[in-house]
């Protein structure tokens, strides 16, 4: 790193900043002028990367924004920061640890080092372990306890260990196996496990215990009951080497919990939870896709890795998201960001960003342990947009806040679909374009009153538009283009942490809930005394007790 990001400057003190501050004080443009006034804006706002097509011509910025925002990223040492963490550096100053999602994706021949040591060949060498039992389970070779072949695959696991599988999925769904059935249990709520396996037969049914740390209370609960459900079918301690598989860095805790460390997939503590569905947690999509769909997809991450890594600042697309997202929620004062995907494959797409980007930028000290002075993360949420357009979209168009958004959409349906459904995709992507324009370029008064609406009316008709988008688009949505996607926004939170100057891989605002869980529950089971339990909560829990008694 050029410049020692403990010694930086405080943002807010930048010249940088203050130039941006200034530049925003005099914004006053409307997008309707900004095309008006520059014919080639829309071609000229979008950069490229592997399949992606990124327009970000209806942003609220002009070449001065994108220059002042690039001598910022420059300022607070984006690019020393991006290769200090490709290089293996222990850029994770929290828990002192490297940060090398990338090295799950590298090829077979690079060399990654952390502590002196190369990882690369411990991942190809999980990878060719995940790739070898993922074809045994697809072929039928690898059978129940009773002999019979699995059918179910069910990923017990929370949090990065649930949802980058649970939403990979669902996005290619299309290329799965489609005679055999997944679920994804998280939540430890009973109900999750017992409509998972409701419908299930044990001795068809392989469990995949998925938890980085194997002490994580919820996915420790599901798998003991799943674990009782199997063994009370069974009825043989045995049959748990043949149902029970675990991804964990965790070897001890495996082995304590009773699953055979042969069937153990190993990964490492310098992948984070959030960032960690293309290692051995992604064991059960490989088996939905199988090995070489999930080679496709790592190496749709690689792509948006090379890009991020050498890609000039002008044209490096997770940095030019990464600062879009700070020129809104630091100058704009916008909270939240939301992420709209036009394909029902997507459907759980954005619960996985929020985990991406909220658990990594929702902090509030600097790197130093300082509070900040300025906005960190914001509230990301969405919901696939057609559907959304039904709900909450009224707010982002008349609404009195600003929420960029990000639209996502394919140039094709997936080939299995009729042709009458396939038909209906012209009808999803133009809901997209104009949702884009509308946003944009709005409806004015006299564009209202020309269509002949009462006066009194035409306030409530009036959309002020200017609201920003960015329109990312492919030809489809294939195993290597969701590779692509996850690396472009991994990329595009690492740059706003590194302009924010803010730790984003730890986790530490998870931790008290946890405790405080731990502490409750007895109180809850056993009716035990909590001591220094505040007054509400405590009545909370009399009320709790008194009416499951009822
Ligand atoms: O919610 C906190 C967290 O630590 C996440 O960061 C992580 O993805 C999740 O819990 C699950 O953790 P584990 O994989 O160790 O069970």
Same mark, same amino acid.
């Given at each position: 790193m050029s410049d020692s990001v403990s010694d930086s400057p405080k943002l807010t003190r930048r010249p940088q900043w203050a130039a941006l501050e200034d530049h925003r004080a005099e914004w006053h443009a409307h997008l309707r002028d900004l095309f008006a006034s520059d014919s080639g804006r829309a071609e000229r706002y979008v950069v490229r990367v592997g399949d992606l097509r990124i327009d970000?011509?209806?942003?609220?910025?002009?070449?001065?924004?994108?220059?002042?925002?690039?001598?910022l990223a420059t300022a607070t040492d984006v690019f020393g920061l991006r290769d200090a963490m490709f290089r293996g550096e222990k850029i994770n100053i929290t828990e002192d640890r490297a940060v090398l999602h990338t090295a799950l994706r590298a090829p077979a021949g690079a060399v990654i080092e952390v502590d002196g040591e190369n990882v690369v060949p411990k991942v190809h060498a999980v990878l060719d372990q995940m790739s070898d039992f993922a074809r045994r389970v697809r072929s039928g070779e690898w059978t129940g306890h009773t002999g019979k072949r699995i059918r179910n695959v069910v990923n017990i696991g929370i949090g990065g260990s649930d949802l980058g599988p649970a939403m990979a999925y669902e996005a290619l769904r299309a290329y799965t196996d489609r005679s055999l059935t997944f679920r994804f249990v998280s939540n430890v709520d009973g109900a999750d496990l017992h409509e998972a396996v409701r419908d299930l037969d044990p001795a068809e049914t392989l469990f995949i215990v998925a938890s980085k740390t194997f002490t994580t209370i919820e996915t420790i609960t599901n798998a003991t009951s799943a674990r009782t459900w199997l063994l009370e079918a069974l009825g043989d301690e045995?049959?748990?080497a043949r149902h029970f598989v675990a991804l964990s860095t965790n070897g001890q805790k495996v082995t304590e919990f009773g699953i055979d460390p042969d069937n153990m997939f190993e990964f490492w503590d310098w992948v984070g939870g959030r960032?960690?569905?293309?290692?051995?947690?992604g064991l059960s999509l490989m088996i939905a896709i199988g090995p070489d769909r999930f080679q496709e997809m790592l190496d749709g991450f690689r792509i948006v890795d090379e890009h991020f890594r050498n890609a000039p600042a002008e044209a490096n697309a997770p940095l030019l998201l990464g600062l879009l997202g700070v020129w809104y929620g630091n100058f704009f004062d916008a909270q939240?960001?939301? %992420? $709209?995907p036009y394909s029902h494959y997507l459907s759980k797409f954005t619960a996985y960003l929020q985990q991406l980007d909220m658990e990594s930028n929702g902090k509030s000290v600097d790197r130093d342990g300082h509070p900040v002075q300025w906005q960190t993360g914001p509230v990301v949420w969405g919901t696939p947009g057609t559907n959304g357009q039904h709900a909450y979209y009224q707010l982002i168009h008349q609404g009195t806040k600003l929420i960029p958004a990000d639209l996502i959409g394919f140039a094709r349906p997936v080939d299995e679909l009729s042709d009458e459904l396939k038909a209906q995709h012209d009808l999803l992507m133009a809901n997209l374009f104009a949702q884009g324009q509308a946003l944009a370029f709005g409806k004015t008064a006299d564009e209202v009153r020309a269509e002949?609406?009462?006066e009194a009316q035409v306030p409530h008709r009036t959309f002020k538009g200017n609201h920003p988008t960015t329109t990312i688009l492919?030809?489809?949505?294939?195993?290597? %283009? $969701?590779?692509?996607?996850?690396?472009l926004y991994e990329h595009k939170v690492f740059v706003q942490g590194a302009v924010w100057n803010i730790d984003s891989f730890d986790q530490w605002g998870v931790e008290l809930g946890k405790v405080l869980a731990k502490r409750v529950e007895p109180a809850l089971t056993e009716g035990a005394d909590v001591p220094g339990l505040d007054s509400s909560t405590a009545a909370l829990v009399a009320t709790y007790r008194e009416l499951k008694e009822v």
């Open positions: 970000y011509s209806k942003n609220l910025v002009t070449d001065e924004t994108l220059a002042l925002l690039q001598e045995k049959a748990v960032y960690s569905y293309d290692s051995a947690i939240s960001h939301a %992420v $709209l002949g609406v009462a492919a030809k489809d949505l294939t195993p290597s %283009v $969701l590779g692509q996607l996850i690396a």
